[in-house]
């Protein structure tokens, strides 16, 4: 049933169900308003066409990876870069630092060491 206003709407329930608080009726009729309505056939087709682009740019973006990965190319995800194993090099332990250049970081800790060490 269609009514003009909310109003006459929640009269019309309170009448037919005179034991029902009306907060009740409210909340019934809040609640039926936010449900989704059944999704018309162009709806459905077009989510199912959503659905198959995804997959395939999910398939390319695999078979991309894959022959990356094969060839042993240099890849650069995000903010993060893959490489090989033998060409990582472990950046050093340095307290209080954190650091993306630790090589230079601990280059310049090793001077001021030894400039340290010729100062006592």
């Given at each position: 049933?269609?009514?003009?206003?909310?109003?006459?709407?929640?009269?019309?329930?309170?009448?037919?169900?005179?034991?029902?608080?009306?907060?009740?009726?409210?909340?019934?009729?809040?609640?039926?308003?936010?449900?989704?309505?059944?999704?018309?056939?162009?709806?459905?087709?077009?989510?199912?066409?959503?659905?198959?682009?995804?997959?395939?740019?999910?398939?390319?973006?695999?078979?991309?990876?894959?022959?990356?990965?094969?060839?042993?190319?240099?890849?650069?995800?995000?903010?993060?870069?893959?490489i090989p194993a033998s060409e990582y090099v472990m950046p050093p332990f340095v307290k209080g630092h954190i650091e993306c250049d630790g090589a230079q970081v601990a280059e310049?800790?090793?001077?001021?060491?030894?400039?340290?060490?010729?100062?006592?």
């Open positions: 049933m269609e009514f003009s206003s909310r109003e006459k709407c929640i009269e019309y329930h309170s009448e037919q169900f005179p034991n029902l608080p009306r907060y009740m009726i409210e909340l019934a009729l809040d609640y039926d308003l936010r449900t989704t309505k059944p999704m018309t056939g162009r709806e459905k087709r077009k989510q199912k066409r959503e659905v198959q682009e995804g997959k395939s740019k999910c398939i390319e973006r695999g078979r991309w990876l894959q022959d990356k990965l094969e060839n042993a190319e240099q890849l650069e995800l995000d903010a993060g870069a893959v310049q800790l090793r001077d001021w060491e030894a400039v340290k060490k010729d100062e006592e």
